[in-house]
Nanobody, 126 residues
Framework: QTQLMHSGGGSVQAGGSLRLSCSVQ????????MGWFRQAPGKEREGVAA????????RYADSVKGRFTISKDNAKNTLDLQMNSLEPQDTAIYYC???????????????????WGQGTQVTVSS
């Protein structure tokens, strides 16, 4: 079964940076999309950034554009999320997710993803 493992996260002051990495074990699909999502206390899970596997195109939530960068590290076989200029409202549990197939319209929709990592806490203090 496909499994996603997180690394990174932690606590930082506003304006700081953090990097998240996600590695995948036992991929059984030839076409996949992967993304990063987050859930703050009392809020619904939301899409942060995602990458369409077949084309390499990326998509970002408006709230993180210009600050976050999603990338695939082929050498390490990981999906990374570089987070710069962090703000207190970025505080949440961050999840890596994977789905089979390619569909640009729903790239940031949590409900369209089948496999999820365990989540990692990101805390930004003011």
């Amino acid at each position: 079964q496909t499994q996603l493992m997180h690394s990174g996260g932690g606590s930082v002051q506003a304006g700081g940076s953090l990097r998240l990495s996600c590695s995948v074990q036992r991929i059984t699909y030839t076409t996949i999309c992967m993304g990063w999502f987050r859930q703050a206390p009392g809020k619904e899970r939301e899409g942060v950034a995602a990458r369409d596997g077949p084309t390499g195109r990326t998509r970002y939530a408006d709230s993180v554009k210009g600050r976050f960068t999603i990338s695939k590290d082929n050498a390490k076989n990981t999906l990374d999320l570089q987070m710069n200029s962090l703000e207190p409202q970025d505080t949440a549990i961050y999840y890596c997710a994977l789905r089979a197939g390619s569909a640009w319209q729903s790239l940031l929709w949590p409900a369209s993803y089948n496999y999820w990592g365990q989540g990692t806490q990101v805390t930004v203090s003011s």
